[in-house]
């Protein structure tokens, strides 16, 4: 079932230089670019940030942002939230629709054949970082440094070689991920336990130390596989646009990967919920809350993370099923003492006028930071932990626009540099 009704609508734009008229029908609530650019050719369109520009047509992920709706392939994000696994989601994503229980047991199977790293990638390659290195860069590193392990990943357009790299890309981020974590507090590698869940196995990885096998508490488990679902897509955000440009260039997929993990590193879009704890610790107790939200008004104390986005103008679906997850994970960890600060900060803001007329609202971040701090990942693993569900997210992305044949990603600019001037020799120059 399609999002988007079609309808049968058009514009007219009218060039008043020279009172020629094109019309352009109104398509999924698009206007073709191209047809424009027959009316004005050699006029562009000026959208720093893509704010007004649709850059494809996509099947995977709806968004809503003024009712507060997320779907993957139409399916509500609150009811796979409920009741699917990571795993399923991510096998949704990529194939559009739901596994029968043999594709399933086919595509978990490959999965977990699959988490293991060569030894290269562990003894000389992330080895190789220095002492403090920050887990996110060490993992954009090794997985674009994977494209160099599997030769075939270049065929693009071979689809067994295309599903080997998919297969192998959501299987090894976790054991990537945690394999950066273990480097960077001095601790010994964990290979991967393929008798354990894909969610357990990385949880294993991560904190499993002398015992022969590490017993996953399954509410912390279930927590974290709910929090992959909900970072498993979310349509062309920065990462996953940086997936579908490098992508359209044809290079391979770990170095497209790669390219949209160095995107979500950045503090306005994966590193937010690392930016909340450190906000809420610098907040430091409930009296401060108030003053705090004033130095955000007046412009004095930067932004309020965790809050705001540039989909969403109401509340973000995926924040409210968080903050359930994180009443089940605090009964078990016992509650994360910047939870008080959290609520009094959203509760203040959301009767705030600045808050409100802005339409700011707390989105996916505001929550999960302390979900993950409860659950004892360091600030530094936040966006890795994102990372590893999105992957899912990006290689659909990256499928689609394969099959699509889409161009090159190339946009034009608007050039206000200087006119055409003549070289000046050093000795000739002013000053
Ligand atoms: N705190 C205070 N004011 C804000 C915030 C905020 N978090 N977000 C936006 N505003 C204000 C801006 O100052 C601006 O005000 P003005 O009109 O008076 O100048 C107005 O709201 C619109 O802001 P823009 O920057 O134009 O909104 P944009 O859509 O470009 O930004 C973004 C979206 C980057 C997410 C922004 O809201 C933000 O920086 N939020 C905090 C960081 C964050 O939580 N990022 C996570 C996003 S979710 C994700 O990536 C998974």
């Not at 559009?96 to 229980?101: D, F, I, K, V, Y």
């Amino acid at each position: 079932m399609k999002g988007v009704r079609r309808v049968a609508e058009s514009i007219t734009i009218t060039d008043n230089r020279t009172g020629e008229s094109i019309e352009i029908p109104l398509e999924d609530g698009g206007v073709s670019a191209a047809q424009f650019s027959k009316l004005l050719p050699g006029t562009w369109f000026f959208d720093p940030g893509f704010t007004a520009t649709a850059a494809c047509e996509s099947a995977i992920t709806y968004l809503d942002g003024d009712a507060g709706i997320l779907r993957y392939r139409g399916y509500p994000i609150e009811q796979l939230a409920e009741e699917s696994t990571f795993l399923e989601v991510a096998y949704l994503l990529l194939n559009g629709e739901l596994p029968t229980a043999s594709e399933y047991d086919v595509w978990e199977r490959e999965i977990t054949l699959h988490t293991f790293i060569h030894e290269n990638v562990r003894k000389r390659f992330l080895e190789g970082f220095h002492y403090d290195a920050h887990p996110m860069g060490m993992l954009v590193s090794a997985v674009a440094a994977l494209s160099t392990f599997y030769l075939d990943a270049k065929d693009i357009f071979d689809a067994d070689a295309r599903q080997k790299q998919v297969i192998r890309l959501i299987a090894k981020m976790p054991t990537l991920a945690a394999a950066a974590h273990r480097f960077s507090v001095g601790m010994p590698f964990v290979y991967p336990d393929n008798s354990l869940k894909f969610t357990e196995n990385f949880l294993s990885m991560m904190w499993k130390i002398a015992e022969p096998r590490f017993e996953v508490n399954p509410v912390l488990a279930r927590a974290l596989d709910v929090l992959f679902i909900l970072h498993a897509d979310h349509e062309q955000n920065c990462s996953t646009t940086a997936m579908r440009v490098v992508g359209s260039s044809h290079s391979d997929p770990y170095s497209a990967t790669a390219a949209a993990a160095a995107a979500l590193y950045g503090p306005r879009h994966g590193g937010a919920n690392e930016a909340v704890i450190r906000m809420l610790t610098e907040i430091g107790s409930l009296d401060n809350v108030e003053p705090f939200i004033e130095s955000v008004k007046s412009g004095q104390g930067g932004r309020l993370q965790g809050f705001g986005h540039r989909v969403y103008k109401s509340y973000d679906p995926r924040a409210t099923i968080i903050k359930r997850t994180a009443d089940e994970v605090f009964a078990v960890t016992g509650k994360n003492p910047l939870l008080d600060i959290a609520l009094k900060l959203e509760e203040i803001a959301l009767s705030d006028e600045y808050f409100t007329s802005r339409k700011l609202y707390p989105n996916v971040d505001f929550y999960s930071g302390l979900i993950y701090q409860a659950m004892g990942f360091p600030l530094e693993m936040f966006p890795v932990l994102f990372a590893i569900p999105r992957t899912a997210g990006w290689l659909a992305h990256w499928q689609e626009m394969l099959d699509q044949d889409s161009k090159i990603a190339r946009p034009r600019q608007l050039y206000i540099g200087a006119d055409a001037r003549d070289y000046v020799p050093m000795v000739g120059r002013p000053g």
